[in-house]
């Protein structure tokens, strides 16, 4: 079997398994360096891989497993906060996992945005898109994030299915559904999302690096 890497900005790969495990002998790999193979679904760090290749332990790791023990190898964190950099480099990563672009932005850190539905028809149109900003801040180790649905819309349909959420007068988008119908009864637009998964799973890996996330409802708190 064949394994990837990705760390720094960089994928390495295909390794075979011998060298896999020579590098995880090794040391070479760290807890916080994204792997996958072939019958894994999607990359995740090392420390929580599945089946990785049995080897000893040796050097520091020997001390924690028993020298000579061998079996999967005990992967810890290193237990030191990243950088806001470093942080920023980890969220980019998700730039791949939807239907949306993440990018640096210019008075905020990060910009994620998708056009969630664009469409007319002879009596209306509807436009409809997502924007959400995030600034780290790393006085206070915290990343703030702003987000909002905006629509133009004219002529005549009938909407059906349409949902928000909110949360203590924050408007938080998590699964919308919608669909129009122009006076002929024909159906020109039908458009779903979930952006609740793309925030949560920013504020799981902002929590696990031990930096706090915030969602604030004034635009200004995400910029510089």
């Known amino acids: 079997m064949e394994w990837y890497i990705y760390r720094n900005g960089e994928q390495v790969g295909p390794i075979s398994e011998e060298e896999f495990k020579a590098m995880l002998q090794n040391n070479e790999i760290s807890a916080n360096d994204y792997v996958w193979n072939a019958q894994m679904s999607d990359w995740v760090q090392l420390d929580q891989a599945p089946d990785l290749p049995a080897v000893e332990a040796t050097g520091p790791m020997a001390e924690q497993q028993g020298a000579g023990e061998t079996g999967p190898l005990s992967v810890q964190k290193c237990g030191c906060e990243p950088t806001r950099e470093e942080l920023l480099t980890e969220i980019l990563k998700y730039n791949n996992a939807g239907p949306f672009s993440i990018y640096r932005g210019k008075t905020t850190d990060l910009v994620i945005t998708n056009e969630v539905v664009s469409s007319s028809w002879f009596s209306g149109k509807k436009k409809v898109s997502y924007t959400a900003q995030l600034l780290l801040n790393e006085d ?75 969602t604030v409802i004034m635009k200004g708190k995400t910029e510089r």
Not at 153 to 164: L, N, R, Y
């Open 140 to 214: 206070d180790k915290t990343v703030y994030y702003w987000e909002a649905l905006k629509e133009i819309s004219a002529g005549i349909s009938v909407q059906v299915g349409f949902h928000k959420k909110l949360i203590k007068g924050v408007e938080l988008f998590e699964k919308a559904q919608e669909k129009g119908y122009a006076p002929t009864g024909e159906m020109v637009y039908d458009y779903q999302f979930d952006y609740g998964t793309l925030r949560e799973a920013i504020k799981k890996l902002v929590a696990k690096h031990d930096w706090k996330f915030k």
